[in-house]
């Protein structure tokens, strides 16, 4: 990739060889393996980091989902690091210095059956209780915040209202990418594709750097930020993780013009949509059932994806679909992430986001990048160790994640 200036088009990031050794390594060059390389090094002074990437860079979930952000999580661990993430969205692209199209453009999540609405104004409460901005609207509300949505009382599931969160929006994933690589490489943090970790040194109960396909690399610190291989990897090591992998679709419609400005989601119908600057309509709902890690997914997903959209929205029946495509997501048994110290010294995770993992990208770099630097689990950390499926102080997120879990 190149910068976006004038004249002779650059690089964003330099092609590296990697060194015998690092103080950190970090395995996996999505958002959130370069948004803690990024923070490693800009917030906590640690710039001897590689990032190793078995493939090209930001080429797995990163360029797989729907970029959309928001932080209206019912429970409070899950709106803590959420919100933590879209406070630093907001700043984001004066920060790094590069445009990543961020667009506050609010999200919309409908309530349909009386059981929606208790449990949309629950959350409505529970949002402003932790500082969010999230409002519950009435169907009339919903219907003039968004003309071309069908809210008639003829609807199989009739919109009985939403909740809103207006800072909510979407951002381009891989100008985020580009802009966290260019950021990460300009402050000496080496990024490495085709460069395919297999397995750990270790001295004892202490990890001291990893085996890769261009040879062995140590290191004080390994971060492993690889989503659903994470658990592939820790296996290596005797190191069980309760995560399962499961493809998730996602669809694009061809240009049109500009007729959506706000993301909406709906559970009930199951599925999401919102309409990127360019014009293509993006659009995504619920998993495959089936475990596996092929970027791909079954066909009555699509159809039941497109049906969902065109109930809600008429005024898309003519329109045609462009492409899919199927990501990876890594789901815990309570749908929270693990971001965690491990039984083995010198290791971290950073894995089980399940679907939140694009848009809590700059907040889980930068607690993973604090929790690695200080060897001790970040404040909004704490919550998310891989202990608690020990303990069984579960978060429980599953319920309210949104349409897809």
Same mark, same amino acid.
């Given at each position: 990739?190149?910068?976006?200036?004038?004249?002779?088009?650059?690089?964003?990031?330099?092609?590296?060889?990697?060194?015998?050794?690092?103080?950190?390594?970090?395995?996996?060059?999505? &958002?959130?393996?370069?948004?803690?390389?990024?923070?490693?090094?800009?917030?906590?002074?640690?710039?001897?980091?590689?990032?190793?990437?078995?493939? /090209?860079?930001?080429?797995?979930?990163?360029?797989?989902?729907?970029?959309?952000?928001?932080?209206?999580?019912?429970?409070?661990?899950?709106?803590?690091?959420?919100?933590?993430?879209?406070?630093? /969205?907001?700043?984001?692209?004066?920060?790094?210095?590069?445009?990543?199209?961020?667009?506050?453009?609010?999200?919309?999540?409908?309530?349909?059956?009386?059981?929606?609405?208790?449990?949309?104004?629950?959350?409505?409460?529970?949002?402003?209780?932790?500082?969010?901005?999230?409002? /519950?609207?009435?169907?009339?509300?919903?219907?003039?915040?968004?003309?071309?949505?069908?809210?008639?009382?003829?609807?199989?599931?009739?919109?009985?209202?939403?909740?809103?969160?207006?800072?909510?929006?979407?951002?381009?994933?891989?100008?985020?990418?580009?802009?966290?690589?260019?950021?990460?490489?300009?402050?000496?943090?080496?990024?490495?594709?085709?460069?395919?970790?297999?397995?750990?040194?270790?001295?004892?109960?202490?990890?001291?750097?990893?085996?890769?396909?261009?040879?062995?690399?140590?290191?004080?610190?390994?971060?492993?930020?690889?989503?659903?291989?994470?658990?592939?990897?820790?296996?290596?090591?005797?190191?069980?993780?309760?995560?399962?992998?499961?493809?998730?679709?996602?669809?694009?419609?061809?240009?049109?013009?500009?007729?959506?400005?706000?993301?909406?989601?709906?559970?009930?119908?199951?599925?999401?949509?919102?309409?990127?600057?360019?014009?293509?309509?993006?659009?995504?709902?619920?998993?495959?059932?089936?475990? &596996?890690?092929?970027?791909?997914?079954?066909?009555?997903?699509?159809?039941?994806?497109?049906?969902?959209?065109?109930?809600?929205?008429?005024?898309?029946?003519?329109?045609?679909?462009?492409?899919?495509?199927?990501?990876?997501?890594?789901?815990?048994?309570?749908?929270?992430?693990?971001?965690?110290?491990?039984?083995?010294?010198?290791?971290?995770?950073?894995? &089980?986001?399940?679907?939140?993992?694009?848009?809590?990208?700059?907040?889980?770099?930068?607690?993973?990048?604090?929790?690695?630097?200080?060897?001790?689990?970040?404040?909004?950390?704490?919550?998310?160790?891989?202990?608690?499926?020990?303990?069984?102080?579960?978060?429980?997120?599953?319920?309210?994640?949104?349409?897809?879990?």
């Amino acid at each position: 990739m190149t910068a976006p200036t004038d004249g002779e088009p650059r690089p964003l990031w330099r092609r590296r060889t990697p060194n015998a050794r690092y103080d950190v390594v970090i395995v996996g060059s999505g &958002g959130h393996g370069l948004a803690t390389a990024y923070y490693l090094a800009a917030h906590h002074g640690i710039t001897n980091v590689a990032v190793l990437e078995r493939g /090209w860079l930001a080429g797995g979930n990163m360029a797989r989902n729907t970029c959309i952000i928001r932080s209206n999580y019912l429970v409070d661990a899950s709106a803590g690091i959420y919100e933590h993430a879209l406070r630093l /969205w907001e700043g984001l692209e004066d920060e790094l210095d590069y445009p990543m199209q961020v667009s506050q453009r609010g999200v919309l999540n409908l309530a349909h059956t009386t059981h929606d609405v208790r449990e949309s104004v629950r959350r409505v409460n529970a949002n402003q209780l932790n500082g969010i901005d999230s409002h /519950w609207l009435t169907t009339d509300e919903v219907a003039k915040l968004v003309p071309i949505l069908d809210t008639s009382a003829e609807l199989r599931h009739p919109v009985l209202g939403a909740t809103y969160q207006p800072r909510a929006g979407i951002a381009r994933h891989d100008h985020v990418a580009w802009a966290l690589a260019h950021a990460a490489d300009r402050l000496g943090v080496h990024l490495i594709e085709d460069c395919e970790v297999t397995g750990f040194q270790r001295d004892g109960d202490r990890v001291i750097g990893v085996h890769t396909s261009q040879g062995p690399i140590g290191a004080d610190r390994v971060g492993l930020c690889a989503a659903g291989h994470t658990s592939v990897l820790a296996s290596t090591l005797g190191l069980r993780l309760p995560l399962q992998s499961h493809p998730l679709q996602a669809l694009v419609s061809e240009l049109l013009e500009p007729v959506l400005d706000t993301v909406v989601m709906s559970n009930t119908v199951h599925v999401y949509v919102s309409q990127v600057d360019k014009g293509e309509l993006v659009l995504g709902a619920g998993i495959d059932a089936y475990n &596996g890690y092929g970027q791909r997914g079954s066909f009555p997903i699509i159809g039941n994806q497109i049906s969902a959209a065109v109930a809600l929205f008429p005024i898309f029946a003519r329109a045609h679909l462009l492409r899919t495509w199927g990501g990876i997501v890594d789901i815990s048994p309570d749908a929270s992430p693990i971001i965690s110290l491990t039984p083995f010294q010198g290791l971290y995770l950073n894995a &089980g986001w399940g679907t939140g993992g694009f848009k809590a990208t700059p907040g889980a770099g930068a607690v993973f990048a604090d929790t690695i630097a200080h060897d001790r689990p970040h404040p909004l950390a704490v919550p998310y160790t891989l202990d608690r499926f020990r303990t069984g102080a579960l978060i429980d997120e599953h319920g309210a994640a949104a349409v897809a879990h």
